[in-house]
């Protein structure tokens, strides 16, 4: 298997540079932690470490150090599609280098092969009451994939820690082979008539999602759908998904556990919910005029937001001093493929008012909108009106990230997470002797 080989002819550098780290630097200090770090949500704390991704405060997400308008030019593209491959974008994140077309498809060809949805997986879904929101259903899909694990049947027979990563690259592949099909059903379930559409085997893994979702013949949505699953598969290692994943994962628990945990803290709503509620505010704004605004009237209605003690969704970013990188790639698409939406039109005045109201304000580091302050609306175009799924799609997405961190911290050996808890007692002691 190509990856397997890419990884594998990788390992035996990666594992001497982090073992020489380890062993001869161990007692460096990287940070030090505050109370109010403590208490905040452990915020800002370096404490994880990830080579999948980093978010650069001036470029934005960096995928293996690549920004995105790097990626969205240099990752390969089939045919007539203006955005690339999801392969090549799994092979990036798993292997590290920009893939050629051929090894992208390599790795379509490997979803191809493994992407067979059991009939049990569907059965468990329909049984679902039917006001089961859609990631409790994604969730339960990716759960009930467990007894299929590579991992843990090979775990139980005895095998060596040095193989534990392929297991899990095994695991991987099954899984997010899968998960368009997973999706596209819980979808056609949820808003449809219920039936479950086989991939298409022509089509790549992005744009089967859109054919399976009754838009086969829409080549734009094929491509929003590669532009979407782009930008969103990693996002460093810190989020509640991606950190829930790795904290489950380290027990050795699967992926399939792992990735469950992770959708599950995808569907808090200081989360992934984020994209929907944009879009919720944009349609709430676009009602409050029988006309398109002006941008005093606009400006006035951002301010009445602020005042009233709400936030203004989609802008502020704790790490970002600029626009997303995100956020510019999809608001790109929609100049392109959808200038005279008034939706769009509508978020495009809100993307010229909105930072100078926060600049004003003075309360907010980064007036700047993200991923999240344009994405519902490119969806909302195309007809995939229904809010609580776009999480799904986010998740969908972000498995490939924290899939690849997996495999990684299999290969490397990463051990079981388990900091250590101080009582509130401890930490007035520890203030009290400091001062």
């Given at each position: 298997?190509?990856?397997?080989?890419?990884?594998?002819?990788?390992?035996?550098?990666?594992?001497?540079?982090?073992?020489?780290?380890?062993?001869?630097?161990?007692?460096?200090?990287?940070?030090?932690?505050?109370?109010?770090?403590?208490?905040?949500?452990?915020?800002?704390?370096?404490?994880?470490?990830?080579?999948?991704?980093?978010?650069?405060?001036?470029?934005?997400?960096?995928?293996?150090?690549?920004?995105?308008?790097?990626?969205?030019?240099?990752?390969?593209?089939?045919?007539?599609?203006?955005?690339?491959?999801?392969?090549?974008?799994?092979?990036?994140?798993?292997?590290?280098?920009?893939?050629?077309?051929?090894?992208?498809?390599?790795?379509?060809?490997?979803?191809?092969?493994?992407?067979?949805?059991?009939?049990?997986v569907l059965n468990v879904l329909r049984a679902m009451p039917k006001d089961s929101h859609p990631m409790t259903m994604f969730s339960q899909a990716i759960l009930a994939l467990e007894n299929q694990s590579v991992f843990a049947k090979r775990y139980f027979e005895g095998m060596t820690k040095m193989d534990y990563w392929e297991a899990t690259l095994e695991d991987s592949l099954n899984l997010t082979a899968k998960l368009p099909s997973i999706a596209a059903f819980i979808y056609n379930l949820k808003y449809g008539n219920g039936e479950f559409v086989k991939p298409d085997p022509s089509l790549d893994w992005s744009a089967n999602f859109a054919y399976m979702i009754g838009k086969g013949d829409d080549d734009e949505y094929k491509d929003l759908a590669r532009l979407y699953f782009l930008i969103h598969s990693d996002h460093e290692s810190g989020n509640v998904s991606a950190h829930a994943t790795h904290l489950?994962?380290?027990?050795?628990?699967?992926?399939?556990?792992?990735?469950?945990?992770?959708?599950?803290?995808?569907?808090?709503?200081?989360?992934?919910?984020?994209?929907?509620?944009?879009?919720?505010?944009?349609?709430?704004?676009?009602?409050e005029f029988d006309h398109f605004p002006s941008?005093?009237?606009?400006?006035?209605?951002?301010?009445?937001?602020?005042?009233?003690g709400q936030v203004i969704p989609g802008y502020g970013h704790p790490v970002l001093r600029r626009p997303d990188p995100r956020f510019t790639a999809q608001f790109e698409f929609g100049k392109q493929f959808m200038p005279d939406d008034d939706l769009f039109k509508l978020a495009a005045l809100v993307y010229e008012v909105v930072p100078g109201v926060l600049g004003e304000l003075g309360k907010v580091k980064n007036p700047w909108p993200n991923v999240d302050a344009i994405s519902g609306t490119l969806q909302y175009h195309y007809g995939v009106t229904e809010f609580d799924f776009y999480t799904v799609m986010f998740g969908v997405s972000r498995i490939m990230g924290v899939t690849a961190n997996a495999v990684w911290?299999?290969?490397?050996?990463?051990?079981?997470?388990?900091?250590?808890?101080?009582?509130?007692?401890?930490?007035?002691?520890?203030?009290?002797?400091?001062?």
């Open positions: 298997m190509l990856l397997k080989e890419k990884i594998t002819a990788q390992l035996p550098e990666w594992r001497d540079r982090v073992t020489k780290l380890v062993k001869e630097n161990g007692d460096v200090k990287v940070g030090e932690v505050s109370v109010s770090q403590i208490y905040g949500g452990i915020r800002g704390v370096k404490s994880l470490v990830t080579d999948i991704s980093y978010v650069d405060p001036n470029e934005g997400i960096r995928l293996r150090g690549y920004t995105i308008p790097e990626l969205l030019e240099k990752l390969p593209k089939s045919g007539d599609a203006k955005f690339p491959l999801a392969g090549g974008v799994y092979y990036l994140l798993l292997v590290g280098d920009i893939p050629t077309l051929e090894q992208a498809q390599a790795v379509e060809n490997e979803w191809k092969q493994r992407n067979e949805l059991p009939d049990y489950v994962g380290s027990a050795l628990s699967s992926v399939y556990y792992a990735c469950s945990a992770g959708i599950n803290g995808l569907a808090g709503p200081l989360h992934g919910l984020a994209n929907q509620e944009c879009l919720r505010w944009l349609l709430d704004l676009q009602g941008k005093e009237e606009l400006e006035k209605f951002a301010w009445d937001t602020l005042n009233a911290a299999r290969a490397l050996g990463q051990p079981i997470e388990r900091p250590k808890s101080l009582t509130t007692k401890m930490l007035e002691e520890i203030v009290a002797e400091a001062k």
